[in-house]
Structures are given as C-alpha cells and as structure tokens.
C-alpha cells in the first residue's frame, strides 16, 4: 500500500504564495515520477507539474514561470510552490505517482480571491 499526503492549501489574495508539500509513505512505495494536478469546479483535473526521481521538471503552460515543483528524496516528500497566484489557480490539488496503479492523495483545497 502507497499513501499520499498532502497540506499546505489555504486562502490566499491574488498575488501571493503556497507552497503545497505531498508526503508518501507505504510498505510498497518507491519514490518514483511524481506529478500535481489540479481540479477546479466543473473543470477535468489537470496536470499542473511533474517531476522524475532525477528530478527533470515539467509544467503545464500556465503556470510556468510561477510555479516551482521540487522533491526531498530523503523525505519522500515533494513540494509545490505556488507564486503569482492567480483566480485561476482555485482548485482541489492533489498529489499522483505511478506504481503500477495510480495512487492519489485526498487532495488540498488552494482558493485564491481578489
């Protein structure tokens, strides 16, 4: 079993910062490709960030350049950081890995307002 946690989320003014961290744990868990998504109401979940065990980045386009995705091997933990936010970020985050199945956090509400 693979368990995934994540914190962090918040209110937060247009402009300002979170840093959402996602904590794995489990007997069968390797720290492998970790990857945030978003989902905001009424919208698909999407995939904000990824990064591998080597720790190569990617982003989806709209939060590139705000929006940093990092990861402490020691800890099993990986973090995103969230800068600029805008009212558009508002969504449930939830943290994902790939062990053969999809394992997925309980997600971490992040509201941004105006």
């Known amino acids: 079993q693979v368990q995934l946690v994540e914190s962090g989320g918040g209110l937060v003014q247009a402009g300002g910062s979170l840093r959402l961290s996602c904590a794995a744990s489990?007997?069968?868990?390797?720290?492998?490709?970790m990857r945030w998504y978003r989902q905001a109401p009424g919208k698909q979940r999407e995939l904000v960030a990824g990064?591998?065990?080597?720790?190569?980045?990617n982003y989806v386009d709209s939060v590139k350049g705000r929006f940093t995705i990092s990861r402490d091997n020691a800890r099993n933990t990986v973090y995103l950081q969230m800068n600029g936010l805008k009212l558009e970020d508002t969504a449930i985050y939830y943290c994902?890995?790939?062990?053969?199945?999809?394992?997925w956090g309980q997600g971490t509400q992040v509201t941004v307002s105006s």
């Open positions: 994902n890995a790939v062990l053969g199945i999809n394992y």
């Open positions: 489990g007997s069968a868990f390797r720290f492998p490709t």
């Open positions: 990064i591998s065990s080597g720790g190569a980045a």
